[in-house]
């Protein structure tokens, strides 16, 4: 691990998640380099044991120490990388980031100061693909407080961010909730969280974006056997669940 943290908590961690990308992962990785932050935000990179030397590369890339870069012993698969995201940050929220994703800089003053002003549980924002320089949506809000019935328009994981001392009893008892939810907990983790928060009335839709999908990776989440339903565990399996 590769650490250099101010002594002052910062307000938002950024948190990119990867698994043998090394090539898409590096993109991000010099991305983020370029970034001008303030205090009040850290960027930190979690490799899932990948065996394609993606933590070596970021490591030697990483020359001023200014980004913290962590490998877990283990795969401990895509929704235990987005718990290593929650746990290793330092933020007082936090946001997943998918290695095809790239940040939009010049939102981040923005989307602080909204947090520090309303200070939500969670905060489900736009989030775009980017074709030939232009953004085709995959989620556009309205700013409104996230009920009950809008559970499923939270279910894409890019792009939410999350208050970590409101979901940190969940977390730190992740296998609990994996035994509990089998199939959602598998790729929807984000699911669990806004199923106990949502009734505080302090999660948000939030129309303005901070994340987009800049490339385009093939999925490596397959069907599982005796399911024709593509990449995906059955939604009506997730649906008996809930």
């Not at 980004?67 to 929220?93: D, P, Q, T, W």
């Not at 320089?133 to 407080?145: A, D, G, W």
Request: charged share 25%.
């Amino acid at each position: 691990m590769i650490n250099n943290k101010e002594n002052s908590q910062p307000l938002l961690t950024i948190g990119y998640a990867t698994y043998n990308r090394k090539d898409i992962v590096i993109k991000r990785f010099i991305e983020a380099l370029e970034i001008d932050l303030s205090n009040e935000v850290e960027i930190i990179f979690i490799d899932n044991a990948s065996e394609d030397g993606t933590y070596d590369e970021l490591q030697k890339l990483n020359v001023n120490d200014s980004i913290s870069i962590y490998r877990n012993n283990n795969n401990l698969g895509f929704s235990g990388n987005f718990i290593e995201v929650l746990k290793k940050a330092n933020g007082k929220y936090a946001i997943w980031v998918s290695d095809e994703d790239s940040i939009e800089v010049l939102k981040i003053k923005e989307l602080t100061e909204y947090l520090k002003k309303h200070n939500p549980d969670s905060l489900v924002l736009n989030h775009f693909k980017k074709i030939h320089n232009k953004l085709y949506p995959i989620r556009l809000n309205t700013t409104k407080l996230v009920k009950e019935t809008d559970l499923w328009a939270t279910c894409h994981l890019p792009g939410s961010i999350w208050k970590r001392e409101s979901i940190k009893a969940i977390y730190k008892s992740w296998p609990d909730y994996v035994e509990m939810y089998p199939h959602l907990s598998k790729l929807y983790p984000n699911l669990i969280f806004m199923i106990l928060l949502i009734p505080n009335k302090k999660s948000y839709f939030y129309n303005n974006f901070l994340t987009y999908q800049k490339d385009f990776i093939k999925s490596t989440h397959l069907a599982e056997l005796g399911y024709s339903y593509p990449n995906v565990i059955p939604r009506w399996l997730q649906h008996n669940e809930i």
